[in-house]
């Protein structure tokens, strides 16, 4: 009980069964009413975030992203990410923030020049900026997060693994929620139509419509996505859906698809009221 976090922390991974463990005893410490600084300490440590370590050197890749041989090879990426800065969302109040989120981006496409930028991932370096405010930690958090984590698997040439969730997105819908699954089927409704955006930003694209002193519902999100991958994923639409299912029964024909894709992203079930139920419902999924 002497000790800081960061030195429990120490403590505890030197344990012989830590490995073991060791998703239980994060899913544990995050779980608990912790500031936003300690759940940060607690991602980065998950991650093994370390930017001073770091095989990435933030200055100098961002002088590689300024020459013409970069700027001619990646000519389609850099022309997305100029689009996109101006419609990405941040809740800090800064005047460099488009130049902070260029350089992030651009920095991110010289160093993991595997993965296709696309809409969606500026979204999450958002949201990343907006909890660290400092750029450098940002674009080291976000390779961590690329590198570390199940979300590089959907960036191939097709989104051939994101399809793959889909599919299994559809049959446990099936299997947990009959009713929802066959209006969907009655009005063919594929779910790709309002899940894939949610799927490519790890929900963030909520972020501007959270209530402005709480984001309790994403930063849960964001904990399990972390540690246990796109099975979070599955449990957290499923209590959507049944938080929402008399509503979307209710339904007509052709109205549907506008319920799912605006409706959901305003509604109130993210506020504060409705948060812990909301939880209960998803963690009541096995």
């Not at 409705?274 to 939880?279: D, P, R, S």
Request: proline share 1%; glycine share 2%; aromatic share 18%.
């Amino acid at each position: 009980k002497y000790l800081e976090n960061k030195d429990k922390f120490k403590l505890i991974c030197l344990g012989k069964y830590f490995m073991k463990i060791k998703n239980q005893i994060y899913k544990y410490l995050l779980n608990n009413d912790i500031s936003l600084e300690k759940r940060l300490h607690i991602w980065k440590s998950y991650l093994k975030f370390n930017s001073t370590s770091s095989l990435y050197n933030y200055k100098s890749i961002l002088e590689e992203t300024k020459t013409e041989i970069f700027q001619k090879a990646n000519e389609q990426s850099v022309i997305q990410i100029n689009k996109d800065i101006n419609r990405t969302y941040f809740r800090t109040k800064d005047k460099n923030l488009s130049n902070i989120l260029y350089n992030i981006l651009t920095s991110f496409v010289y160093s993991e020049n595997k993965i296709n930028y696309v809409q969606g991932i500026n979204s999450i370096t958002a949201f990343i900026y907006d909890l660290t405010k400092n750029e450098e930690e940002t674009f080291h958090f976000l390779i961590c997060l690329f590198n570390l984590t199940q979300i590089r698997d959907i960036y191939d040439d097709e989104f051939h693994y994101l399809k793959i969730l889909f599919y299994s997105m559809e049959r446990i819908i099936y299997l947990y929620l009959p009713k929802i699954y066959s209006k969907l089927k009655d009005q063919n409704m594929q779910i790709s139509f309002f899940m894939s955006a949610y799927f490519i930003t790890i929900f963030t694209i909520l972020y501007p419509n959270l209530p402005e002193n709480d984001v309790s519902f994403l930063l849960h999100i964001w904990d399990e996505f972390i540690i246990e991958g796109w099975k979070s994923f599955f449990s957290a639409w499923l209590a959507i859906l049944k938080f929402l299912e008399n509503d979307i029964l209710k339904l007509k024909e052709g109205d549907i698809m506008n319920f799912l894709t605006n409706k959901i992203r305003n509604c109130v079930l993210f506020q504060k009221e409705n948060y812990e139920k909301l939880l209960e419902i998803k963690n009541s999924f096995k």
